[in-house]
Every structure is written in C-alpha cells, then in structure tokens.
C-alpha cells in the first residue's frame, strides 16, 4: 500500500488495517502479513520502555525505533509519529523531527491535535512529507486532559472535533486517526471527510482500525477494553519460558547426546553468527 492507495479505501466495503510496529523482529512479520500499513508509534514509550505515558518518547527515539521497522518493511507505507512537543517548538525544531523520521525511513508522520499547529503541519505537507492527522483522545494531551478518557461526548466537543477534522482534511492531511471517540460521532466525521479515517475505540463506522500489536497479541498487560486480543500471548511466551526452564533444570534441553547428521556445518554457522541470524540465512 502506497499513500496514493489510500484515498481508494473511501469506498464501502473497503477498510484499512494498521498496526503499530516499533521493533525489527515484530515489523517484519508485519511485513510479511496482510495488513495494510505499519504505524511507529509514539505508545513505544509505554510498551518498549516502560513509561507511563507516551510523553516520555522523543525525536532521537522515535528515530531509533523507526529506522528498526523500516529496515523490516519494505512493502508497506511506514509512518512516524511526531511526540510530544515535537511540533511546538517551533518550525525548524518541527522540520528537524520529520527530517530524523523521514532519513529513519518513515514515509509519513501523524501529528497529535491541530490547535496551534495548523501552520507547521501544512508546512511540512508542503515539504513533500505526507501528515496523518489524529484527533479525539490524543495521548500527549493526558495531563490536560486528566486520564485517557472518552473525548467528543459532549455537543460542544463534538463540534470541535468534527471542525478540526474537517480542517486537517483542508490542510491537505492524507488521513486521520480518530481515537476513542464515540462510534456514531467517528461515523459522523468518516461520512463528512473524502480522506480515510482509521479508527481506535471509535466504532465500526470508520474507513479502517489500528491496534498497538502487543495489544492484539496480548502481550502487553491489560489492554484497553476496546482492543481484540487475537492471541493470549502473554500466557504462551510465558509458558514457553516455563518449559525452557523445566528442560534445562531437568538436563532435558540441550540433549545429551544428539543424532550424527545434527553436529553439521549448519552448527558450525550458527556459532560463528549467534542470535538465529544464521539460522535464518
Ligand atoms: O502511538 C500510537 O500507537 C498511536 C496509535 C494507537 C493510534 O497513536
């Protein structure tokens, strides 16, 4: 999927899939699935480092993590996110985060909120870097906002929110993400928009959904209860571990002795290229 496919998704029938992928291993399964598109993004701060929010993530981070995913998908449009504060200090420190994202491999950045943004993100769409929008609960706004709340519940807000969209999409955004919103409000502001909106605790009405991937494979805590976990990953690794551990406390793994044709030059190999890298060659 490229972002010039993307507007071919604003039809009925047809939905987007987006997963957020931050290291090289995970990317490159989802390079390898079907899904659509693969978002870096800034919730790396909680699910890779442990903080308790995403305000922790940073430019350099964010690059990091980028440049380990796009390494790993090359068959599918790989966006950035921009965190916190990126795109308030003003333009040149803004540029200098898409610039980092863009040379880390990064086709596209989403941009948390439009107030007082409006003029370095159509700054930077000119600049030839597509932007994502993201409405309804943006993460980075957490202390303003006093938890991680349902957003756009009441006329007002949801007034405000269908406004903004409608200005992002005027700011020449390809997409918007709209994040725990209520279902019948996301499918007020799909219906209004001709850019695909991609959905996160929003309803079914949107033009597609994102996960984080640790959710969906449930590896990461309790998640949120509007996530699907498609796996109870967290039980198998840990069970997984548990069964490496019993084998190895009861001299079980490695066998003691193994068959001729297993100590080949395929041992050889791997102990000169540890880590499975020669494994898989
Ligand atoms: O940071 C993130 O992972 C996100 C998605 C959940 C939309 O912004």
Redesign the pocket.
Known sequence: MRITDFYNYKKPGSKISMI?AYDHTLASIAAESAVDCV?V????AMVMHGHPS?IAATPDLMALHTAAVAGAVKNKLVIG?MPFLSARKGLGHAMDTVEKLARAGAQAV?I?GLDGQAEIISHIIQSDMPVMG?LGLT?QSVNRLGGYRTQGRDQASAEKLVNDALELERLGCFAL?L?CVPAALAGRVTALLKVPVIG?GAGALTDGQ???MQDLLGLYGEPPSFVKKYLDGRRLVTEALNNFDGEVKNSVFPAAKRKDHENSERDTAVAAAPYGAAVRR
Do not use: A, N, R
């Not at 993004?41 to 790396?44: I, P, Q």
């Open positions: 957020t978002l993004g800034d919730s790396l995403t996110d989403k948390e993201h993460p993400v994040e996160i994102v996960l984080v």
